[in-house]
């Protein structure tokens, strides 16, 4: 028998694999971003769905004076509020995800398939969260940004100039930009451009670019159209009459904030069903809290000379 033979007679790979065991791991989800804008944001508790934001009509209003040192009289006023304050409706995310108990009775191990389907379905709903809190027209944070509050670049380009447009828009106590990453990208190239590198910060153990202090926080629910895109800055927080987060606590299979899980029972078809849901919202306090970089071109690059390739 020739060498030949004998290697064709040889153990194969693919015969080999039938007796072997391997590592496997559990299922990967590509669409699954780090959603820095959830982990930022001031999560405040609603009753009964809806977070009431009162407000002063009319603050110019309200008198007050530095009072001399004579018998003049002191102004005399009170704080109006507005007669129809508005109010924010708790919104759901949700689905049905159902099992077959075949599958989930044999095929459970090393994952439970079971686990497996909530943890991949939750991350799902999460991702949707975040870009509903971008996007949504009712409540997502580009559908309420002021008029007034609303800027253009000078060039098309993200520059720092425009970025420091912003921060005269959001100058009480900002927080956070929010864009798209190829907007970040777009930036850092103007200010390499500029010969003023941004630095960066270190937050929850990932390094974000930074302007003028203010962290440049990534999403890629921040809409790209045209080659244009969005770049907004925020102020957060209830004390700081900022934008909140609004969730509802105490739900029936309670997994997190806001989010439950719920076995609706197994059907005749021997289908197993849970219902997922995740109540959120956002609430934008005050008008000054929340500023827009409009119309942001990402795709402009620049020539360097030899001595920078």
């Not at 409706?89 to 599958?103: E, G, K, P, Q």
């Not at 459970?108 to 991949?120: A, C, Y």
Request: with cysteine; net charge negative; charged share 20%.
């Amino acid at each position: 028998m020739g060498a030949n033979d004998a290697t064709q007679l040889a153990l194969g790979d693919n015969a080999a694999r039938q007796l072997a065991n391997a590592t496997k791991t559990a299922p990967t989800l590509a669409t699954i971003s780090p959603r820095w804008l959830t982990h930022l944001l001031q999560w405040v508790p609603v009753e009964a769905g809806i977070y009431r934001l009162n407000k002063v009509r009319n603050p110019q209003d309200v008198q007050v004076l530095c009072a001399k040192r004579d018998e003049s009289d002191l102004p005399t006023t009170f704080v109006d509020y507005e007669d129809t304050p508005r109010e924010y409706f708790l919104n759901a995310v949700s689905t049905v995800l159902d099992v077959h108990t075949r599958v989930s009775d044999l095929y459970s191990s090393p994952h439970d398939q079971i686990k497996e389907q909530l943890r991949l379905t939750i991350e799902t709903i999460k991702e949707k969260q975040e870009a509903e809190l971008i996007n949504n027209p009712d409540y997502g944070l580009i559908a309420n940004v002021h008029a007034d509050q609303v800027v253009y670049p000078l060039t098309g380009a993200p520059t720092p100039d425009d970025l420091d447009e912003l921060l005269t828009k959001v100058w009480k106590e900002p927080a956070f930009f929010l864009t798209h990453p190829q907007a970040i990208a777009a930036f850092g190239r103007e200010c390499t451009r500029r010969g003023v590198p941004p630095p960066t910060v270190s937050l929850f153990g990932s390094q974000f670019l930074t302007w003028r202090g203010i962290p440049l926080v990534p999403s890629d629910k921040v809409p790209v159209a045209d080659g244009k895109t969005k770049v907004l800055l925020l102020r957060v927080g209830e004390k700081r009459q900022g934008v909140v987060g609004l969730f509802q606590p105490g739900l029936p299979g309670e997994q997190g904030p806001g989010l439950s899980v719920r076995f609706m029972g197994i059907s005749r078809n021997a289908i197993a069903s849970y219902l997922i849901s995740l109540y959120c919202s956002l609430a934008v306090h005050t008008d000054d809290a929340l500023a827009l970089l409009d119309e942001v071109e990402i795709g402009k690059y620049h020539d360097y000379p030899d001595t920078y390739k």
